[in-house]
């Protein structure tokens, strides 16, 4: 089992940047892939981003060219930069971490709104 913790998020307006943070508690270098979901109210989760063991990044289109994932192998720390956030970024944010089999954090709470 691996602990996430993930922070960062929280009330931003349109347009508007924020970084979220998610640090595991075991060395990510042995994770197969590390990612960053989202949940909305009423939907189901969905990946908006994930970077590989290799260093292979994989994006949601609807967030393309605004975010990027990264990862810190020294701080065990995976990191999502948002920007130019809309409203329906609005979501709880959750860190994956996937070694044969998930493990996810608590989430984060990004809100887009004016």
């Known amino acids: 089992q691996v602990q996430l913790v993930e922070s960062g998020g929280g009330l931003v307006q349109p347009g508007g940047s924020l970084r979220l943070s998610c640090v595991a508690s075991?060395?990510?270098?042995?994770?197969?892939?590390l990612g960053w979901y989202r949940q909305a109210p009423g939907k189901q989760r969905e990946l908006v981003a994930d970077i590989t063991s290799g260093g292979r990044t994989n994006y949601a289109d609807s967030v393309k060219g605004r975010f990027t994932i990264s990862r810190d192998n020294a701080k065990n720390t995976v990191y999502l930069q948002m920007n130019s956030l809309k409203p329906e970024d609005t979501a709880i944010y959750y860190c994956?971490?996937?070694?044969?089999?998930?493990?996810w954090g608590q989430g984060t709470q990004v809100t887009v709104s004016s």
């Open positions: 075991r060395n990510i270098f042995s994770a197969n892939s």
């Open positions: 994956n971490y996937y070694m044969g089999y998930n493990n």
